[in-house]
């Protein structure tokens, strides 16, 4: 608790052996992966001493993404009964997001509806692209169908970009400067372009009720809301409100991104109502994220708002 809010942490990551092991080159490699692995005493404790109540944990990048095809739906179907014994173990301070086998979109979408209905998971995680293609593609769109049906938002959050984007864009910096693929830059740009994309494909005119969710402070888009609406309103453009759409059906978190602007900014663009506090486990560390509250000079009811509130009524908690 925090000045008798309860704080609970939305982008908490973790990964299951079976399924970090089809990992493929650096993705499948973290100095991090001893607590990645660790569903106990060791998160506990860390939650514990930054005063963390509970964590919605999700699988790391990029999850079930780039599975293949065959594998893909058993496969994630182990891993999300695993964590949702994970959660029942401490289910005061553990909630899940399921991981999806997006590479077979209609079973992605059973497996959401299993996982919210049975296994009581609050919303899943998509992580990048499914095997190089963008989910604004009309093929996965039954997941969106189901999280609408489900009333359950659907968390995009990064993973490492296309290899051509890559080889294109940092080649040159990688090797010097690793992460600029990662949190620097590349994770920014790959998953602003996929909320953007959603936008531009109509996918909330069809699906009016669908809750998507952002890391990083809305992945600079809050920040570039008026530009991008003012730019598809000019002549020659079919007629979309990206602005309007994007503060109806996002939400942001701050995980990772610990910056007083960056707040401001978000409240004035989308209201507090839109924003939740997250940390990005075990990338950055707890005290970090509440060593930034501390310093926030906002009202009681926005803290408490941010800390919790937005996200008990989101997720029913």
């Given at each position: 608790m925090y000045q008798n809010c309860p704080v609970i942490a939305l982008e908490e990551h973790y990964w299951d052996t079976?399924?970090?092991?089809?990992?493929?080159?650096?993705?499948?490699?973290?100095?991090?992966?001893?607590?990645?692995?660790?569903?106990?005493?060791?998160?506990?404790?860390?939650?514990d001493e930054s005063g963390i109540d509970m964590?919605?944990?999700s699988h790391g990048a990029p999850a079930a993404q780039k599975l293949a095809p065959e594998i893909c739906v058993d496969l994630t179907r182990r891993v999300n009964d695993r964590l949702a014994e994970a959660c029942a173990r401490h289910p005061t301070r553990f909630a899940g997001f399921a991981a999806l086998p997006t590479p077979r979109p209609d079973e992605a979408a059973l497996e959401l509806e299993r996982c919210v209905k049975e296994l009581g998971f609050k919303g899943a995680m998509i992580h990048g692209l499914t095997n190089g293609v963008f989910h604004d593609d009309k093929r996965f769109w039954p997941i969106f169908a189901m999280a609408e049906k489900l009333d359950v938002p659907i968390y995009l959050h990064p993973a490492v970009p296309h290899p051509e984007v890559m080889k294109i864009y940092y080649d040159e910096?990688?090797?010097?400067?690793?992460?600029v693929i990662r949190p620097a830059w590349g994770f920014t740009v790959e998953t602003a372009t996929q909320a953007i994309r959603l936008i531009l494909s109509r996918?909330?005119?069809?699906?009016?009720?669908?809750?998507?969710?952002?890391?990083?402070?809305?992945?600079?888009l809050p920040f570039l809301l008026w530009r991008i609406n003012q730019a598809l309103q000019r002549p020659g453009q079919d007629a979309l409100s990206f602005r309007e759409t994007f503060c109806k059906h996002f939400y942001v978190t701050t995980s990772g991104h610990f910056s007083t602007p960056a707040l401001v900014c978000t409240m004035m663009e989308m209201g507090m109502d839109r924003i939740m506090f997250a940390v990005d486990y075990p990338y950055v560390v707890n005290a970090d994220a509440m060593k930034w509250i501390d310093t926030l000079q906002i009202s009681g009811e926005d803290r408490a708002k941010m800390l919790g509130g937005n996200a008990q009524k989101l997720f029913r908690l």
């Amino acid at each position: 608790m925090y000045q008798n809010c309860p704080v609970i942490a939305l982008e908490e990551h973790y990964w299951d052996t079976e399924l970090s092991a089809q990992f493929i080159g650096a993705e499948g490699v973290s100095p991090l992966s001893h607590l990645l692995t660790e569903l106990g005493d060791v998160r506990l404790r860390a939650m514990d001493e930054s005063g963390i109540d509970m964590q919605i944990l999700s699988h790391g990048a990029p999850a079930a993404q780039k599975l293949a095809p065959e594998i893909c739906v058993d496969l994630t179907r182990r891993v999300n009964d695993r964590l949702a014994e994970a959660c029942a173990r401490h289910p005061t301070r553990f909630a899940g997001f399921a991981a999806l086998p997006t590479p077979r979109p209609d079973e992605a979408a059973l497996e959401l509806e299993r996982c919210v209905k049975e296994l009581g998971f609050k919303g899943a995680m998509i992580h990048g692209l499914t095997n190089g293609v963008f989910h604004d593609d009309k093929r996965f769109w039954p997941i969106f169908a189901m999280a609408e049906k489900l009333d359950v938002p659907i968390y995009l959050h990064p993973a490492v970009p296309h290899p051509e984007v890559m080889k294109i864009y940092y080649d040159e910096y990688a090797r010097e400067f690793p992460t600029v693929i990662r949190p620097a830059w590349g994770f920014t740009v790959e998953t602003a372009t996929q909320a953007i994309r959603l936008i531009l494909s109509r996918v909330f005119e069809t699906h009016t009720k669908l809750k998507i969710v952002l890391g990083h402070f809305g992945e600079t888009l809050p920040f570039l809301l008026w530009r991008i609406n003012q730019a598809l309103q000019r002549p020659g453009q079919d007629a979309l409100s990206f602005r309007e759409t994007f503060c109806k059906h996002f939400y942001v978190t701050t995980s990772g991104h610990f910056s007083t602007p960056a707040l401001v900014c978000t409240m004035m663009e989308m209201g507090m109502d839109r924003i939740m506090f997250a940390v990005d486990y075990p990338y950055v560390v707890n005290a970090d994220a509440m060593k930034w509250i501390d310093t926030l000079q906002i009202s009681g009811e926005d803290r408490a708002k941010m800390l919790g509130g937005n996200a008990q009524k989101l997720f029913r908690l």
